[in-house]
C-alpha cells in the first residue's frame, strides 16, 4: 500500500554515467528526505527539502544533488557516477507536525 | 544535540518468547520517538510513536513500546515472538524543533528469531 514510490529498484551502470533516481508521492506531503543505507547498516540523511524550490544537504555530504519542482516529485542526479556512490538510496516523505515519515522500498545502486 | 543509541547489533529470541529491542535517546526539551522495521529490499516501515501521554505506546503488529524518562529510555517489547518478525529494527529520534521533522536514527538492531 506505499505510496511513494522509487524508480528504478535496481540499478547496474559503469563509472561516469549520469544516474537519476526518482522518488514520487501522491499524499501531497510537504517535507521529503533522501537517505544513504549500506546493506544492513545505519541510515544517513543526504538530502531534504521543505517544499517546492527548496531543498538543504543532510548530515552526510553527498556528491549527489536534488530539485523539487512539484511537491510530489524529489529526484536524485548524480552527475558522474563512481564505485563508491555503490549503496541503497532511500526516499521519504512527512506531513507537518508530528506525524512519521513514509519510506519508499529503495533503489539499490552498483557501479562498475 | 539529539541522539539516539541501540546497542544491540543482533537480538535473538525464540518463536513465542517476548522479545525487547533496546533503545536509548539523548534530547534537549521533550523527546519524540520513533520505531521503524525494515525487511530485505524494503523501505522502512512505521510501527509506533511516542509524542506524549501513556507511557506504554501500541503499534502495528502487536509490538508495543515503553517510555521511561527516567531512564531517557523507549524499548521496543512484544510478548510473543513470531519468525516473521525476524528484520531490522530502527529507533529513532526528532532531529529539531519540528520545523524540518528530520529524524535521527539508531544503528539498527537485526532480530532474529529462531523456530
Known amino acids: 500500500e506505499a505510496d511513494i514510490y522509487q524508480t528504478p529498484r535496481y540499478l547496474v551502470i559503469g563509472t561516469g554515467k549520469k544516474i537519476t533516481l526518482e522518488c514520487s508521492q501522491t499524499?501531497?506531503?510537504?517535507?521529503m528526505y533522501w537517505y544513504q543505507q549500506d546493506p544492513g547498516m545505519e541510515l544517513h540523511l543526504i538530502h531534504y527539502?521543505?517544499?517546492?524550490?527548496?531543498?538543504e544537504k543532510g548530515d552526510l555530504s553527498s556528491e549527489s544533488t536534488v530539485s523539487r519542482i512539484r511537491t510530489e516529485h524529489f529526484p536524485l542526479t548524480l552527475e558522474s557516477a563512481r564505485p563508491s556512490h555503490t549503496s541503497q538510496y532511500l526516499c521519504a516523505s512527512s506531513p507537518t507536525g508530528n506525524q512519521p515519515q513514509h519510506f519508499g522500498d529503495g533503489t539499490r545502486l552498483s557501479i562498475l | 544535540a539529539q541522539s539516539v543509541a541501540q546497542p544491540e547489533d543482533q537480538v535473538n529470541v525464540a518463536e513465542g518468547n517476548p522479545l525487547t529491542v533496546k533503545c536509548t535517546y539523548s534530547v534537549s526539551g521533550n523527546p519524540y520517538l520513533f520505531w521503524y522495521v525494515q525487511y530485505p529490499n524494503r523501505g522502512l516501515q512505521f510501527l509506533l510513536k511516542?509524542?506524549?501521554?501513556?507511557?506504554l505506546v501500541k503499534g502495528s503488529y502487536g509490538f508495543e513500546a515503553e517510555f521511561n524518562k527516567s531512564q531517557t529510555s523507549f524499548h521496543l517489547k512484544k510478548p510473543s515472538a513470531l519468525v516473521s518478525d525476524s528484520a531490522l529494527y530502527f529507533c529513532?529520534?526528532?532531529?529539531?524543533?519540528?520545523?524540518?521533522?528530520?529524524?535521527?536514527f539508531g544503528t539498527g538492531t537485526l532480530l532474529a528469531v529462531q523456530p
Open positions: 511516542y509524542i506524549t501521554g501513556d507511557n
Open positions: 527539502s521543505y517544499g517546492v524550490n527548496s531543498t
Open positions: 529513532a529520534v526528532r532531529a529539531d524543533g519540528g520545523a524540518t521533522n528530520k529524524l535521527i
Open positions: 499524499m501531497g506531503h510537504d517535507k
